[in-house]
Nanobody, 124 residues
Framework: QVHLLESGGGLVQAGGSLRLSCAAS????????MTWFRQAPGKEREFVAA????????YYAQFVKGRFTISRDNAENAVYLQMDSLKPVDTAVYYC?????????????????WGQGTQVTVSS
């Protein structure tokens, strides 16, 4: 069993930055691929960024490339999402998710564990 807890969301102006954190608990949490998804009101939950269990490989949605950076610290059982140059369209609830396999990381239906989400609001 893995429990995930996100933090770091908030209100920021366009062009600003936020750093989201996801704390994972569970003996084998460091062996899971970790991913950030987001869901805006009235929209489907969408893939944002993922990192393999070793931290050696990262994946990004096209719309965040060059602006967001995902990283993990297995010693701390944590994954982070540094978000720079934020835009109003980035406003959403951001969720942390975990699964064993590193395949199909952009498929929200294949994840075993989810956090409760953290709200990010970007004002224009």
């Amino acid at each position: 069993q893995v429990h995930l807890l996100e933090s770091g969301g908030g209100l920021v102006q366009a062009g600003g930055s936020l750093r989201l954190s996801c704390a994972a608990s569970g003996r084998t949490a460091s062996t899971y691929a970790m991913t950030w998804f987001r869901q805006a009101p009235g929209k489907e939950r969408e893939f944002v960024a993922a990192v393999t269990w070793s931290g050696g490989v990262t994946y990004y949605a096209q719309f965040v490339k060059g602006r967001f950076t995902i990283s993990r610290d297995n010693a701390e059982n944590a994954v982070y999402l540094q978000m720079d140059s934020l835009k109003p369209v980035d406003t959403a609830v951001y969720y942390c998710a975990a699964k064993i396999s590193s395949r199909h990381l952009d498929n929200k239906n294949e994840y075993d564990y989810w956090g409760q989400g953290t709200q990010v609001t970007v004002s224009s």
